[in-house]
């Protein structure tokens, strides 16, 4: 009987320690705001994990949200006083807003520290379109670089095939359009052009913001761009479409009456866009790398998009906010997760080598393993720089754009406005 008493009592001693303990766990809420669900939807599951496995002892309440107009809403908070989320999605078009006046270093934390030697494994040019000052500001979401997302049975019915080179395309083009099909489409967003721009060796600005769209060699390579793009347009190679257009039912309804045979375009384009909204042309897709300059020079491919996600400076858990975020977005099972549960590719180099990525043979491709396509140009990101006064040459190429497409304005006119509008508003707030 006294045995089976210190039996009992011993086992109500571990109970009360162990209530204790659960009792002395640390409540901490950890906040995420971000454009995309998608992102939400990433990190609410590394979270539970990430939890688990390295913060036991921590009794973690996620606040993780999508938050409409959250830049505005962000910088608005920022103005008034009011508090950040801990971790913030930055998409990197609105990333020149937070570079004025310095904000991006005011508000959240330079990571390139935390970053250390990892900065080698990611596609470098992931990382500059968050450089502010020689710091790091933002961890990529995806690569975002861009393919030729085509239809071959389209192809093969005006006797095309898939061009390799920018001179290919034009030819190849001409002659499809003479039976009334456009291989591709361009926009009057500064974005696409950019996207070109970026391919051939051009830079609009350099690594310390400063404007060098306006250098001889810069300028040069825009009027190169904006060649091929006459080229295409007049012999119908290129379709176009105002930016309002673009994103509509248009080129989908396009593509499936054979008028345009493809696009080329970023990695997100074919889950985000094409999936979703022809969902009946499930096998009918194929991925090619972009066409290259036949002269050599440029990339393989170029980019166009990203989020960037950074850490509140004033977050009284900054530390844990960061945790999670080297967790999902800079380990390699991370990278290879938020490929198979959210579609954005892997922005680590060596997990192209993970047969979860190149080895997926996507059934809306007719079974291609299009991580291939993604592979052969990780290591040709290119690298580009960022300056508040992005908007304002986004902007100015934006709105003479339409103008260049019906032949009123020419290149070099473009161009040149263009350099004016940005250098006379960089002298104005000198």
């Given amino acids: 009987m006294l045995r089976i008493s210190k039996t009992l009592f011993a086992l109500l001693i571990a109970l009360m320690l162990m ?11 950890l906040t995420l705001w971000t454009h995309d669900g998608l992102y939400v939807e990433f990190f609410s599951a590394r979270a539970e994990e990430w939890a688990a496995e390295y913060h036991p002892d921590i009794n973690f309440t996620f606040d993780f949200q999508v938050v409409t107009d959250v830049d505005t809403v962000v910088l608005s908070n920022l103005a008034a006083g009011e508090p ?55 961890v990529d979401s995806g690569l975002s670089t861009v393919a030729y997302f085509y239809q071959p049975a389209v192809l093969e019915s005006v006797g095309a095939e898939v061009p390799t080179t920018w001179s290919e395309f034009l030819e190849t083009g001409a002659a499809a359009a003479e039976q009334g099909t456009s291989l591709a489409f361009i926009s009057d967003d500064a974005s696409m052009f950019q996207m070109y721009f970026l391919q051939r060796g051009g830079q609009v600005f350099d690594v310390d913001g400063n404007f060098v769209f306006g250098e001889e060699a810069n300028r040069e390579i825009a009027l190169e761009v904006l060649d091929l793009w006459r080229q295409g347009v007049d012999s119908g190679a290129f379709e176009t479409f105002l930016t309002g257009e673009m994103w509509t039912a248009t080129p989908i309804e396009e593509y499936q009456s054979g008028q345009l045979a493809g ?26 790398p972009m066409p290259v300059w036949d002269d050599g020079e440029g990339l393989g491919t170029s ?6 996600f950074a850490v509140s400076k004033d ?13 999902g977005f800079l380990t390699y099972e991370g990278q290879v997760l938020r490929y198979e549960e959210i579609g954005y590719y892997p922005t680590m180099i060596s997990a192209f080598e993970d047969d979860r990525v190149v080895g ?37 190429i934006t709105e003479r754009m339409p103008l260049f497409f019906d032949g009123s304005m020419d290149a ?19």
């Fill in 303 to 308: 980019v166009w998009g990203g989020t960037g």
């Fill in 19 to 29: 209530a204790g303990m659960v009792n002395a766990q640390e409540d901490v809420t």
């Fill in 360 to 396: 997926f043979e996507d059934p809306f491709y007719g079974g291609q393993p299009i991580g291939e396509i993604w592979a052969e140009t990780v290591t040709e990101v290119p690298v580009w720089y960022q300056s508040p006064y992005r908007a304002v040459w986004n902007d100015a």
């Fill in 84 to 138: 950040l989320p801990d971790i913030l999605g930055i998409e990197q078009g609105q990333f020149p807003r937070y570079m004025r006046d310095g904000i991006i270093d005011q508000a959240f934390v330079n990571l390139t520290d935390l970053i250390g030697d990892k900065y080698d494994e990611i596609a470098e040019g992931r990382w500059t379109l968050y450089n502010y000052e020689g710091g790091i500001y933002g």
């Fill in 263 to 288: 696009s080329i375009m970023a990695d997100w384009y074919g889950d985000y866009i094409i999936k979703p909204q022809a969902e009946d042309m499930a096998g009918e897709w194929r991925i090619a």
């Fill in 412 to 430: 070099q006119t473009l161009i040149d406005e263009v350099i004016f509008i940005v250098e006379d508003e960089i002298a104005f707030d000198s």
């Fill in 315 to 327: 977050s009284p858990n900054a530390e844990l906010a960061w945790e999670l975020i080297d967790y």
